[in-house]
């Protein structure tokens, strides 16, 4: 026999597949032979125990012999044997989060199937462009959409000045100004959170996420995160939230708390840059040399721009670094690169 099914809330409804995120990307990938197996979306996940949300609520899952905890994250959607609750396959991922352990070139999932990454910084020191970038760089690249929130607003008497600069790290980049700690803050993000969304936040520790996703989820829910003073701290002493799962929205959608991303090595994320600084990219094929680095070539469009004003020398110092550390980081299968060569 398989496993019970574990705690149901008291008001406990049956989930629909469309309500938990599944959609015609993950419909398509099951096998014919498949049909019988049901899918589940992975929602906690500690050590060597995986639970998931199904139609029938929430399950805990049993691994087969050869899998590992470490081929799952947050928001996989998985085929499940319903009779043992073993895990068949996890279905590719739509989009997601990774990030690069400490000490390691891999790069680990943080959270999969996330379709809003929320970018949190409050509206003072924290508030640091080229750390936003950096988010901004993972979201892109892991097709997620980003959107940048803005808390603290109330403590500061230069609010418009954080909003301008936050809205142009990006093009079309949507920026929320709120106070985590009042229901306002749900209805402003409720165009990101309707029913089967899926959004995940990140930021420094301090800015307001944990207090954002207990206002999401609303009073009374069991999984109320630890916000403020209290503050739960690994081996070495480091503030962590130790839990990662996905957290019903009051209204609909889910929202992922992602801690332990707070180290932000860019590495594989070329194109998530090359979205972020389009306005630089875009410039770079009216340059003279096809592989100019708008440093100082001679004809470089990039520095054209810089010195006419419509290009912010900063951004221009701030994507070369994040360009340069991607490219360090970032194995090269093909081999040595092509030499330098004149476009014309
Ligand atoms: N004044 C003010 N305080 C806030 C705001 N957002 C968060 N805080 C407070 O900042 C502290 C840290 O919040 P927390 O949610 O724990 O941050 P986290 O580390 O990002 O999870 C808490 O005491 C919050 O009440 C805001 O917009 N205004
Ligand atoms: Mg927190
Ligand atoms: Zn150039």
Redesign the pocket.
Known sequence: MGRAVIDHPPSFQPLSLASLGWSDFFEVQREPHEADLAPMRIATLHRSRLTALSEAGSVELTLAIHASTSDFTVGDWVLVDPRTQTVHRRLSRRTVMERRTEGSRTLQAAAANVDTLFI?T?CNADFNPARLERYLALANQGGTIPVILL?????TADLGTYQRQASELQRGLDVVT?????SAAADALAPWCGLGQTVA?V????????????TLVGPGQAQA???????EHDAKGR?T?TSRSLHAIADGGWVI?TPGMRTLHVSGAAEGIETLFAEIIERAPLCRYRDCTHTSEPGCAVQAAVADGSLAPERLIRWRKLFDENRTNTPTPAGPRSHRRPRR
């Open positions: 949190v409050s808390t603290k607003a109330d403590t709120l106070n985590p700690r009042l936040l930021g420094s520790s301090g800015v307001g996420k944990s207090t954002l996703v207990n995160q630890l916000t403020g003073g209290i503050r503030h939230t708390d």
